[in-house]
């Protein structure tokens, strides 16, 4: 590792403003989950939040919208992805205690390192002291992590827990056609039912496949037909 390395706080691409805010969060609990995670930006609910579920469930998509939210507020926002993280020392993780919301995606990724394990551990007790707010994402339940350190369970459960359930396909198909709108796109039914069937049912896959058709829907001034995807996606 480089000699002082300074751990810097990842950037969030222009485009995600578009592409993910809680307007265009479609999923269960909607209200329960936009309202808690919006206080806690605000600072006038809980102090600590984690979402859990699969992939496709709309973790990461929640955490960009807090980050747009909190910037729309001019609240401190950090943000990272703890895969990222823990290709470095725990140690020179610092600097967080500058903000006021820490945003953790992937926390998962830190199980079993006891470096980042200590680290994190530390973290949510600043939390608790009040330094900052704390909301993070992981695959499963804290109850069900392998972590060697088990206090660190314990802290991940001390706050609000969010199940965020998968989608299911009727249910991505909603969701596509609501993206879809937003984004000045019509997407008739036979369209929705060709990209289900011959492509990932699974969320996270679909709104790529949707940026990709939206870039050259407008590049072609085509409208988005099962021809065009077609085209596009070389099929």
């Not at 590792?1 to 307007?23: V, Y």
């Not at 990461?60 to 823990?86: E, G, I, K, P």
């Not at 969010?162 to 596509?176: K, Y």
Request: hydrophobic share 40%.
């Amino acid at each position: 590792m480089t000699e002082g390395w300074e751990i810097k706080q990842i950037a969030l691409p222009l485009k995600l403003d578009r592409q993910f805010s809680f307007d265009n969060y479609f999923g269960s609990q909607t209200e329960l989950v936009i309202d808690s995670l919006r206080a806690l930006v605000r600072g006038d609910g809980e102090i600590q939040i984690g979402l859990w579920g699969g992939g496709g469930s709309g973790k990461t998509h929640l955490l960009n919208a807090c980050a747009h939210y909190a910037r729309s507020r001019n609240v401190r926002f950090h943000f990272y992805d703890a895969t990222q993280l823990t290709e470095f020392d725990a140690s020179e993780f610092e600097g967080f205690e500058h903000c006021d919301v820490l945003a953790i995606d992937n926390l998962d990724a830190i199980t079993g390192l006891a470096g980042w394990e200590s680290r994190f551990y530390q973290v949510i007790n600043r939390c608790r002291d009040g330094d900052f707010r704390f909301v993070y994402s992981l695959s499963q339940k804290p109850e069900m992590l392998e972590t060697g350190l088990p206090d660190l369970r314990s802290r991940l459960q001390w706050g609000l827990m969010l199940h965020m359930p998968d989608s299911g396909e009727v249910e991505v198909g909603e969701i596509l056609g609501k993206r879809a709108r937003l984004l000045g796109i019509e997407l008739s039914n036979d369209v929705i039912a060709y990209l289900l069937t011959h492509h990932s049912r699974n969320l996270a896959s679909q709104m790529a496949i949707l940026q990709t058709l939206d870039g050259a829907s407008l590049s072609q001034r085509r409208r988005v037909t099962i021809p065009l995807i077609k085209q596009v996606l070389s099929e």
